[in-house]
């Protein structure tokens, strides 16, 4: 199943608005068991829910200062009330195009920012620091430039790497980010793929992926939008289940930043 032409959205928006229903219901049966969670979140900052007594600050910490509201909205939210998305309910937002309905876990949200704040200022962007550790495409003195070959015709013009912090899904779904040295077109009225762009990489996925069955996995590129990093080319590929050794085959083993720093 790969990401969904203009065409698909409408008839995919039912089935998207269903998944989305189900994981809000899920979220209001639990509610009575959070509800003391609820109201000390209503009587917080939003930069201190979730976060331990002793360690509540007065001003907001500059990582989480300018933050949008739909971030604001999420930290706020108690953690025991964190909606993780069904394979179902991915396969329906993907179908219907609503890349705007992934998100993070409240404290996984904040890990990320406080993690991507550094980068930024280590870095001077977060950007730099994917082209020059994570891709290593890139040094001071030699930067990224793709070969002269057709898109994804050439090995060192891709890069499959694990989503350093993904968005908060069953945790039997691997996230991963396809990175390209290469530009993918996209209409400039909607910001979405072209037609051509959208082959490409269905051909892509297809011949990378085409071991599993298809119904396993699905890919989505986000509009230009709700894009976190511009100047690097990439697309998501999310994979259900993988069966062993698959992922660190197809990555050479790399492993998510989040559970480096996790590890310690």
């Not at 959208?198 to 590129?221: C, H, M, N």
Request: proline letters at 8%.
């Amino acid at each position: 199943m790969g990401s969904p032409s203009t065409a698909d959205h409408t008839a995919a928006s039912a089935a998207a608005a269903a998944a989305a229903d189900t994981i809000a219901a899920d979220d209001r049966t639990n509610n009575n068991a959070v509800s003391d969670d609820t109201v000390a979140a209503t009587l917080l900052p939003y930069w201190q829910v979730n976060v331990p007594p002793a360690e509540r600050t007065v001003e907001c910490p500059a990582f989480l200062c300018n933050l949008s509201a739909k971030d604001r909205g999420i930290l706020a939210t108690p953690q025991a009330q964190a909606e993780v998305a069904s394979w179902a309910a991915v396969r329906a937002l993907v179908a219907a195009n609503r890349l705007d309905a992934f998100q993070r876990t409240p404290c996984d949200l904040r890990r990320y920012l406080a993690y991507a704040w550094q980068l930024r200022q280590r870095y001077g962007s977060a950007e730099q620091f994917v082209l020059k550790e994570r891709l290593q495409w890139s040094t001071d003195e030699t930067p990224w430039a793709p070969s002269d070959e057709p898109p994804f015709s050439h090995p060192s013009d891709v890069r499959i790497l694990c989503n350093d912090w993904p968005y908060a899904i069953d945790p039997r779904i691997v996230h991963l980010v396809v990175w390209t040295k290469f530009p993918l077109a996209e209409d400039p009225a909607t910001g979405d793929l072209t037609p051509t762009a959208r082959a490409a990489i269905d051909a892509f996925v297809t011949a990378t992926f085409g071991s599993l069955p298809r119904e396993q996995y699905v890919w989505f590129k986000n509009w230009r939008a709700l894009k976190s990093m511009r100047q690097v080319e990439h697309f998501h590929v999310l994979v259900y289940d993988p069966p062993a050794g698959f992922v660190a085959r197809i990555t050479d083993g790399d492993v998510p930043l989040s559970q480096r720093e996790a590890a310690g």
